[in-house]
């Protein structure tokens, strides 16, 4: 009864010697048709920079904490990067969604959305509208680039801008506009121009 058992042992060992030889050469095999495909995220990789997911001609909502709409993004074309959250977006729109305040619209040519930082960085001819109401005098700000925090309604750029209040405009360089406060600094050596009084 010895030999047999010891035959049976035997075979069992080599069987599983064999199996276990095949699970390692497919998980090679696996981990290999990744980083030939450009997918680094195999032992010792990173998350690869590859977009997850491209959407055309989008458009979504950003709400409050209280459920509210906060503002509205959309654009030509949105291509998303898992690795650090980021969406690119061109052609972008932007329009705050403010009760108490009056809306906002601004365009770009791109938009790069950080949505871990809540902060949307506009580039190439970037245009802000505001209309004007009963209180407000309609406003437009033009520049190059600008950062925006959505959670705290503050626009912001380092580069010239060019506004219009009203009939008057402004040429600086820098700016911090905040839409919670409905107040803006300008920085910089800047012009002011008013219209002229109009006679009674």
């Not at 959250?85 to 009056?102: C, F, G, I, R, Y």
């Not at 505001?130 to 033009?142: D, E, F, H, S, Y």
Request: one cysteine or more; proline letters at 6%.
């Amino acid at each position: 009864m010895a030999p047999a058992n010891y035959k049976r042992t035997a075979h069992r060992w080599r069987l599983l010697a064999l199996m276990l030889t095949a699970v390692f050469c497919a998980f090679g095999s696996f981990w290999l048709v990744q980083v030939m495909q450009g997918d680094d995220r195999g032992p010792g990789g990173g998350m690869s920079d590859a977009p997850d997911y491209i959407v055309e001609n989008f458009s979504w909502v950003r709400m409050s904490e209280t459920g509210q709409p906060r503002y509205v993004i959309s654009g030509e074309r949105l291509t998303h990067r898992p690795a650090d959250n980021t969406s690119l977006v061109d052609k972008p729109v932007v329009q705050s969604l403010s009760a108490e305040h009056p809306p906002m619209t601004m365009t770009a040519e791109r938009a790069l959305v950080n949505q871990n930082q809540n902060q949307i960085d506009l580039t190439g001819s970037v245009d802000i509208q505001r209309p004007g109401n009963a209180k407000t005098q309609p406003l437009r700000i033009r520049t190059d680039a600008l950062t925006v925090l959505t959670d705290e309604e503050i626009a912001k750029t380092r580069l010239p801008v060019h506004m219009t209040l009203g009939g008057a405009t402004s040429d600086a360089v820098g700016m911090v506009a905040n839409n919670a406060t409905q107040q803006i600094e300008l920085g910089g050596r800047g012009r002011l121009t008013y219209p002229p009084r109009q006679k009674h």
